[in-house]
């Protein structure tokens, strides 16, 4: 009985821990909604078949309402050849975003300066570390942003690494700039 006892508190200490570590990750996209988001500017974003998607030559960004720090931003996106966007982190406002004042994760292959192409940290680190394509088909940003490191990693490979700066907590945007489609998927942060 005792070694029943043991393996039952073991069991319990076991799940525990699971559900901990499962809490500890937030999913910023339900699948369905753009629910938790802000939208600002003239940019249309709606949500197709499970991802989040602006197209057209309008701009703008979708916006969290809220603010995050110390985590690790793992998200899914698709893009056209035509497509400029990225990814801000950091963001001091749900209204300014520019490299200036945020930190902007490129997502643009054909960027006429290709120092800034994707997998850039935009007039931080600048040419990527690695050259990554990624038009036409689904690829994975995994963005840590902890204390005073900020890493990229895109597909699995490193494409910038940076003192963070800026480790305040800030909004996370997602842009559509100039013509083509951009998709976003599976948005989810860890701390």
Not at 74 to 96: K, M, R, Y
Not at 114 to 132: C, D, F, N, Q, W
Not at 147 to 174: F, M, P
Not at 178 to 184: E, K, L, Q, V
Request: proline share 3%.
């Amino acid at each position: 009985m005792q070694c029943f006892g043991l393996y039952f508190v073991l069991c319990l200490s076991a799940c525990a821990v699971t559900r901990q570590a499962r809490g500890d990750q937030i999913s910023l996209f339900d699948g369905d909604t753009l629910a938790g988001w802000r939208l600002v500017g003239a940019a249309e974003w709606r949500v197709i078949n499970g991802a989040i998607e602006a197209a057209g030559d309008k701009d703008g960004y979708l916006v969290t309402e809220k603010t995050f720090a110390d985590y690790r931003l793992t998200l899914e996106f698709w893009i056209e050849a035509t497509t400029n966007s990225g990814v801000f982190i950091g963001c001091p406002t749900q209204v300014l975003f520019s490299p200036e004042v945020c930190y902007e994760i490129n997502i643009w292959d054909e960027h006429p300066r290709p120092s800034a192409r994707t997998g850039s940290i935009v007039l931080e680190v600048m040419p990527p570390l690695a050259y990554v394509e990624t038009v036409g088909k689904w690829n994975t940003y995994e963005i840590t942003s902890m204390g005073s490191t900020l890493v990229v990693e895109l597909n699995g490979i490193v494409t910038a690494e940076l003192d963070n700066t800026r480790a305040e907590a800030g909004y996370i945007a997602l842009q559509h700039a100039g013509t083509g489609r951009i998709r976003f998927r599976n948005l989810r942060l860890s701390h």
